[in-house]
């Protein structure tokens, strides 16, 4: 409640830190470090495996923002699918002689310049949005996020189309795929 | 409780580095993981903003839903098109797939 009322910087520094604000800082810690290895690494196969540790962060983020059905659709789909098709393309598209090169090209300078600009502006931006700092109210006793997403999703006054839709661009983009990658003698 | 700023910033840092992985990496399939980095510092935001938001509202959660497709999507023919050009060029370094610049 106290926190709702006044500046949540200045509360933050003088309440000790919960559980839950402990596990954020290591996950997120863990998740930007691999997501800058995946970056930066020369050899293709550990960017991959970096990805993957990222990916894990990121699901554990989905489960403390409660959405749970998101966390294991992360794990299945993204690490499960993903991350073993980038290590398939990585072992079928590698070459000795395409490993001496630099990792980065010349303007490397400029991408993090951007970067790091992009990053300044975001914060910048949110800075000055009063619901930057809110927090989340506990959900309601007996909310069942799994059963309203399945509602949502199936039900025409809900998202039904879009997810049809979805699927079609999901059939489309992998019958393309095979038809790409298709050796024609 | 962890305020909506965290999130926020996380995912700011994180489309930061996809960002910098897809300026800078010459190797189309380092270029394609950078993406995927941009994608999920998306989807962190959408399911923050649906749990800090009305979490009656599912679109948030569907949004991200349709993401994870639209990823899947993108990579399979992202993949595809770079295992099509390296069997015709044998490079995979997105500089020297140049036939377009006269």
């Given at each position: 409640m106290l926190i709702f009322m006044g500046s949540g910087i200045r509360e933050k520094e003088f309440t000790p830190m919960t559980g839950e604000q402990i596990i954020f800082l290591i996950v997120g810690a863990v998740t930007l470090l691999s997501a800058l290895?995946?970056?930066?690494r020369r050899d293709l196969v550990h960017s991959a495996l970096w990805l993957v540790a990222t990916l894990f962060g990121v699901a554990i983020i989905y489960a403390l923002l409660n959405a749970g059905f998101l966390a294991v659709v992360q794990v299945v789909v993204y690490i499960g699918a993903i991350a073993i098709l980038f290590i398939f393309a990585v072992m079928l598209t590698r070459r000795q002689a395409s490993d001496t090169g630099p990792s980065v090209n010349n303007n490397w300078w400029v991408g993090a310049l951007l970067a790091v600009a992009t990053f300044g502006g975001l914060v910048f931006l949110l800075q000055g949005w009063s619901g930057f700092s809110k927090t989340a109210s506990a959900l309601p006793s007996g909310f069942?996020?799994?059963?309203?997403l399945g509602e949502a999703l199936t039900s025409p006054a809900g998202f039904v189309l879009?997810?049809?839709v979805a699927s079609v661009l999901l059939l489309a983009a992998l019958v393309?795929?095979?038809?790409?990658?298709f050796n024609k003698k | 409780m962890i305020p909506l700023s965290w999130y926020l910033i996380l995912a700011a840092g994180l489309f930061s580095i996809g960002l910098f992985g897809v300026l800078a990496r010459r190797n189309a399939v380092a270029i394609l993981l950078s993406?995927?980095?941009?994608?999920?510092?998306?989807?962190i935001n959408?399911?923050?903003f649906w749990r800090y938001g009305d979490v009656a509202q599912m679109a948030g959660q569907v949004f991200a839903i349709i993401v994870f497709a639209v990823a899947a999507a993108e990579v399979a023919v992202g993949l595809a098109l770079v295992i099509s050009v390296y069997r015709r060029r044998n490079t995979v370094v997105a500089e020297d797939l140049d036939l377009l610049k006269w």
């Open positions: 290895m995946v970056v930066t069942d996020a799994i059963g309203q879009p997810f049809e393309g795929a095979v038809y790409l990658a | 993406v995927e980095l941009m994608l999920n510092a998306v989807n959408l399911v923050a």
